[in-house]
């Protein structure tokens, strides 16, 4: 099973050109990792490029650079890549940011979720990974920003349809949305969120208070 | 038969020889090429000068690595360039790692699909060769120059709302296009 929600475009673009932020990065490149479709148009993308670097209008190369080059080329080998392991189920890149499964620093936050938070934003709304629960709902909320997530393992559905691995869901501050994790193995997801929850009801104030924290 | 250096046999012969005449032939092709496109992002030329000698070098240590079938020389020279330019700019951009076993596996390509593929990267260019010129210039000052919507609407002293309905209405336009040929 291949996913069937995508990065859009625009962004594919970006991650192509080399304009995206290291966060922003590491969520479309962890999503290329696990889908073939993407990675197809950021290679499109490139080649673009590629034919555009052909194109290009030729400066003059000062005299002695190429003497310069030549001089520094060596015969020896690069180092060997490290053998990647046998199995993994975070894919890389993430897995070099956080390691894999069994080696996260889980925090739990309330029953059922947990978070490890990394180092990033993206467009000023934090990037964690989190775990939820197979089975958990999560009540209806919204968010100030765009609030992205990227599954890893296991899924959820919300009214826009069932998310697997490497699905990608966008939902913006206009929507309020439940999401229930998938019964089975628990939600593993990459999510950029704010907040992270602006509760529309009792329960999930008290989610979010929790969460919050 | 032409004299136009083949670039696939230039850098294999680098790759498999350390082929060091070869490699001075893809100098004098690629180095003014990647030269002007490291000038787009950085108006200092000794810089550039630096970047382009580091570009080179790459291209000579990691000729082995290149796949002919995943990439034409100039996309891998291209990738070679923006990834110069990025580390020159002290920024990161993680990547995927092909051999990972955590990866989902492209489809193996159909014998003729190189030919489909090469022809679809090339209707890529065309098509946003055939946009207006204002969406075209947003487009690849993103997809080529690696610039963000804001640095790009700085430059071109463009409300930053105004530059990203050009992104919008370039990509519908070339959803259209794509999917009419």
Known sequence: MTPIHHIPEEELIAYAGGATTEGLALFVATHLALCPDCRAVVEDWEAAAGLELEDQEETELPSGLLDRVLAELDDTPLPADEAPPDRAVLPQPLRGYVGDVHELQWRRLVPGIRQVVLPFQIDGTPLRLFELQAGLKIPVHTHTGTERTLVLTGGFTDQAGQYGPGDVSFLDDSENHVQVIDPGEPCIALIAADGPLVPRSVTAWLLSWFVTA | ?181
């Open chain 2, 1 to 181: 038969m032409s004299d136009e250096p083949d670039p696939y046999a230039l850098i294999e012969a680098v790759a498999l020889r350390k082929d060091r005449a070869a490699f001075a032939v893809l100098f004098g092709v690629y180095a003014p090429k990647v030269r002007g496109y490291l000038l787009r992002s950085s108006r200092d030329e000794v810089q550039a000068d630096e970047w382009t000698q580091e570009v080179m070098l790459r291209v000579w240590r990691r000729a082995g690595s290149y796949d002919p079938a995943k990439a034409a020389p100039s996309t891998w020279i291209f990738t070679i360039a923006r990834n110069v330019r990025i580390d020159a700019a002290r920024k990161v951009r993680p990547e995927l790692d092909p051999a990972d076993p955590a990866l989902v596996p492209s489809q193996p390509l159909a014998p003729d699909s190189a030919v489909d593929r090469q022809r679809r990267q090339h209707r890529v260019r065309a098509a946003v060769g055939a946009l207006p010129d204002a969406q075209a210039g947003v487009l690849r000052g993103a997809y080529f120059d690696g610039k963000t919507l804001r640095q790009i609407a700085e430059e071109q002293e463009l409300p930053l709302g105004t530059v990203k309905s050009r992104v919008r209405l370039a990509m519908a336009r070339l959803r259209q296009h794509l999917e009419g040929t």
